[in-house]
């Protein structure tokens, strides 16, 4: 908008002075006035002010008509400037890295690389005993200034510096990922198998090629037929490797939490011809490689955990689409898939090899490889160190996200490093990793050819070739062992043959329900335990609070309105066959839930502590607003919803049915006639207690609810204090209320409820 200057005001004498420096002929005989004259003297002003106006009607126009497209332009310009840049590398101009360390002449072709901050410990002593291998250590800004180890090569943060390899600028200084420029360094030396470990692990044996294939071709090579996962149902992404090797109640670190529940043994394995498994996980003793939240909830106070697996086991593939966590601790590297070993650094600690390694399963795919994994190859010890959850924040929140996008990743690019190169960048656009990882991938992929890595040649995707069938004759059977579980607190002898069975029946009952739970307690202390406890047994748990928390994956809700953002998350789940909404104040023994009708609402309509007519007369004003505003929805209402509502409900005016609404169900059919109903409230401010009975009674007569929530425990007010066995019991379909606000508490809840089911006791 164009705003006039405003002239200052000249006082009366200087208008006075001007009247006296007027021109003499003032006053002369006017010219001729007429149209003509006129418009020919004064032309130029004309044409002058007609500019003046027309610019001003443009300036006008522009800012108008025009602001929304030009602050488009400049937005996407913006994001353009935001926007990750993709790198261009010319692949043809990367040179050879001269080699400048003391080892210039030294080559080995099996090497053991490790990270150490400290001085040398017995297991790496015994690491660098190993016939044929040579031990490499990575030193960080935490490993001692004097370190030194006899038969190891040892590179100090000068040495890695002064190797001329570009992933060097991309390293953070204290962190185990500077094994980088280990993997590099071993390849240029003459790499040709390399090694994973830490320094906690020994070898079994001291021996690598007692289980693993050290040799995949020539004269040492086992050119063996190995047993392989099936393929048969091709929305698995992951499985648990610990159940084939009889540990079904532990699971790996990087394996997505709402998988933790799936423990039954494989039905049948098909087979595949050994030779291509590029990458090989060895399971370990002792200490496997589990996640925090097994260490924290499965720990038995002090003790060192020492867990065992089945060493005679045989080892299994992975078929393409079908994933496996893999590790840094515990894993074998051969030439054709050292791109694989990259460890991403813009991601949490106890994060990066698991992303990496889903990473570098997805393209193994692309070269017609495979991951193997082997029986106890390493036993690690336990030295009873805690690390923050924190520090695997990357692996709880995403990891299963990240399973389906790489599944479903495809890429039109000719050679593996473009493709390599691609997914980096796209896996960065997905949030998965950030702008440093792309660049840290570019770097990384330049020094492979800079230390003489020869990519390898792609082949065809079998993923999207049409599935083959697998015949009676294909199907291989291996039954895992049950190996005791003492270290978790529970001794399993004959009973867990019915027990397991409980829970696969619970799990076809109630696995493909989605849990909806909203949490009034503190969620850093609960989220995760709920998830534990539910997750076993329903496809998903939707955690709701009043604060949101993006590292538990807790959603943002407000419990009066909750029921408005129930249709958000049914859209989510449009395969679920129902979903159960619950409190964080009422317990669901979902095993006496097994006979009742998922087909049916369920609500507790039958407790009539929970549910309740209320009269409005003599009420509080707000009882008197919310029938107002249901007989404002109800007068809206399409026939089929009226009628089913009024012919349950008393004609009486001043009654307002209300509900708790701690506990209810809502199967798939009617899942369309709820999400209708909440439109119709539309901004109306009609409380959760006083809506969810008006939609079951608008969406069906009562007579047809499943009774199965009408013997559950309910008690009104019931401070959390009293919180005990004799308010519990494990014979009704639910209890409330029951209060948890701390992990003890949690833990408390658990063991009443192993009364029921016995598995839980794995949870503490």
Not at 33 to 40: K, Q, Y
Not at 81 to 105: C, G, M, R
Not at 188 to 215: S, W
Not at 493 to 505: A, D, H, P, Y
Request: aromatic share 12%; glycine share 6%; with cysteine.
């Amino acid at each position: 908008m164009l705003v006039q200057d405003r002239s200052t005001p000249k006082s009366p004498k200087s208008h006075v002075r001007a009247l006296h420096s007027l021109h003499p002929h003032r006053f002369s005989e006017p010219k001729n006035l007429d149209f003509s004259t006129w418009f020919s003297e004064n032309l130029y002003k004309i044409v002058t002010i007609s500019l003046l106006i027309a610019t001003v009607a443009a300036i006008f126009f522009i800012r108008n008509v025009s602001d929304t497209a030009v602050l488009v332009s400049y937005e996407t310009k913006a994001k353009i400037l935001e926007k990750i840049q993709f790198p261009h590398i010319n692949w043809n101009s990367v040179t050879l890295v001269s080699d400048k360390s003391p080892y210039a002449i030294f080559r080995s072709e099996r090497w053991i690389i490790v990270s150490v901050s400290n001085y040398p410990t017995e297991s790496l002593r015994k690491l660098v005993k190993i016939k044929g291998w040579q031990v490499l250590a990575i030193g960080n800004s935490k490993t001692p200034s004097d370190w030194s180890l006899k038969g190891a090569i040892f590179l100090s943060l000068e040495q890695q510096a002064n190797l001329g390899f570009r992933v060097v600028d991309h390293l953070p200084y204290d962190s185990f990922v500077r094994k980088n420029v280990g993997y590099l360094f071993a390849i240029q030396h003459g790499a040709q198998k390399i090694f994973d470990v830490d320094d906690r692990g020994d070898v079994i044996d001291n021996d690598l090629g007692k289980h693993f294939d050290v040799e995949l071709i020539g004269e040492g090579a086992r050119q063996e037929i190995i047993l392989q996962y099936s393929h048969e149902n091709p929305n698995r992404t992951i499985v648990n490797p610990y159940i084939h090797f009889g540990q079904r109640s532990v699971w790996p670190r990087g394996l997505p939490l709402e998988n933790v529940g799936d423990i039954g043994r494989e039905e049948f394995y098909t087979e595949v011809f050994g030779g291509k498994q590029f990458i090989q996980q060895g399971i370990s003793n002792g200490l496997p490689d589990v996640d925090s939240v097994f260490y924290f909830t499965r720990k038995p106070g002090l003790e060192a955990f020492d867990i065992r697996f089945d060493e005679h086991a045989p080892k299994v593939a992975l078929p393409q689409g079908t994933m496996v966590p893999l590790n840094s601790f515990n894993t074998l590297f051969h030439s054709s898939a050292f791109w694989g070993l990259m460890l991403p650094v813009s991601v949490s600690t106890m994060a990066s090899d698991v992303l990496r390694g889903y990473w570098a399963q997805r393209l193994l795919w692309e070269l017609g490889g495979y991951v193997v994994v082997y029986p106890p190859t390493v036993h690690r010890y336990d030295r009873i160190e805690s690390y923050p959850f924190a520090e695997e924040k990357d692996l709880h929140v995403n990891v299963g996200r990240l399973l389906k996008f790489l599944v479903s990743w495809r890429s039109s690019k000719h050679r593996l490093f473009e493709k390599i190169l691609e997914l980096s960048y796209v896996m960065a656009e997905e949030g998965f990793w950030t702008e440093k990882d792309v660049k840290f991938t570019a770097a990384w992929l330049q020094d492979l050819l800079a230390v003489g890595y020869q990519q390898p040649r792609l082949m065809s995707l079998e993923l999207d070739r049409p599935s083959a069938s697998i015949g009676h004759g294909d199907r291989k059977e291996f039954i895992p062992q049950k190996l005791p579980s003492v270290h978790l607190g529970v001794e399993e002898t004959g009973t867990v043959n019915n027990e397991i069975g409980n829970l696969i029946r619970w799990r076809k009952t109630f696995g493909n329900v989605v849990l909806i739970m909203y949490c009034s307690g503190p969620v850093e202390r609960t989220a995760l335990e709920w998830r534990l406890l539910y997750g076993r047994i329903f496809r998903t748990v939707v955690i709701l609070s009043e604060q949101k928390n993006a590292d538990l994956v807790v959603e943002e809700g407000h419990l009066d309105f909750i029921y408005k953002q129930l249709p958000n998350i049914f859209s989510r789940f449009t395969s679920a066959d129902g979903f159960v909404f619950l409190q964080d104040n009422t317990i669901l023994n979902y095993w006496n839930l097994l006979q009742a009708d998922m087909s049916k609402l369920w609500i507790t309509n039958k407790v009539s502590k929970s549910w309740s007519t209320v009269s409005t007369s003599g009420n509080s004003d707000w009882f008197s607003k919310q029938a107002d505003m249901v007989k404002k929805v109800v007068s809206m209402m399409p026939v089929h919803f009226q009628v089913s509502y009024k012919e349950t409900i008393s004609s009486d005016q001043q009654l307002l049915t209300v509900c708790s609404s701690d506990v209810f169900y809502i199967p798939r059919r009617f899942i369309t006639d709820f999400t209708d109903l909440v439109n119709l409230v539309d901004n109306l401010e009609i409380h959760h207690k006083v809506a969810i009975p008006m939609f079951f009674l608008s969406m069906d007569s009562p007579q047809n609810y499943d009774p199965v929530l009408r013997r559950m425990i309910y008690e009104e007010n019931h401070p959390s204090s009293t919180n005990s066995t004799t308010s519990y019991s494990d014979k009704v379909p639910a209890v409330h209320p029951w209060n948890v606000s701390s992990e003890q508490e949690f833990i408390k809840l658990i063991r009443i409820m192993a009364a029921g089911d016995p598995l839980l006791l794995d949870l503490v």
